[in-house]
């Protein structure tokens, strides 16, 4: 190898290494400048601190799912069916009954005996919501859906189901006259 050959070989290398530490550099000094940023709070950190902080949820936001109740306390699923039919993950699976006057769960003739959704194999597109007739089925925001047992993904009715409204603990009758008037007073 001659001399002028090596001369340039030390001289590609010499600017290799150059140019690397001065990339190193570059980024160092990004990386101390955000440091010192953070540390005198001169800007707001983009980090929060889960779980002791939340994120506040964009409005259309789509998690877990739940079955609603009329405030009467009857659910809402008529067992029809067609939250099953539009879920493209094919994760819901609903077993309808009869209604009868003993035993009436929703206003129609039929309700779900058997819902259940299986989470592992939902993407939460919320076709099921925009299929069903009668605003039975919801996602609402609650994404902490994390469990360590396969079984506990699929989802039952008992699960899914709203608790029904509270009936009064107290009757109206119960209660002592100066406690009425107590009661009266407030309005
Ligand atoms: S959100 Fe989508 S994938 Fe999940 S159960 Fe509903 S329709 Fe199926
Ligand atoms: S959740 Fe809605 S669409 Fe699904 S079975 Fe019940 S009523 Fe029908």
Known sequence: MGFLTRLNALKNQAGATVGGAKAIAIGMGITLRHYVEQQLK?????????PEERREQYPRTRWRHYLTRYDDGLEKCIGCSLCAGACPARCIYVEAADNTDEARYSPGERYAARYEI????CVFCGYCQDACPTGAIVLRKDFELADYDRLDFLYT???LLEPAPLAPTVPASSIRPVERELEAAKG
């Open 42 to 50: 001169l800007k707001p950190s983009g980090t929060v601190q889960y």
């Open 118 to 121: 299986n989470m592992l194999r």
């Open 157 to 159: 009715k008992e699960m």
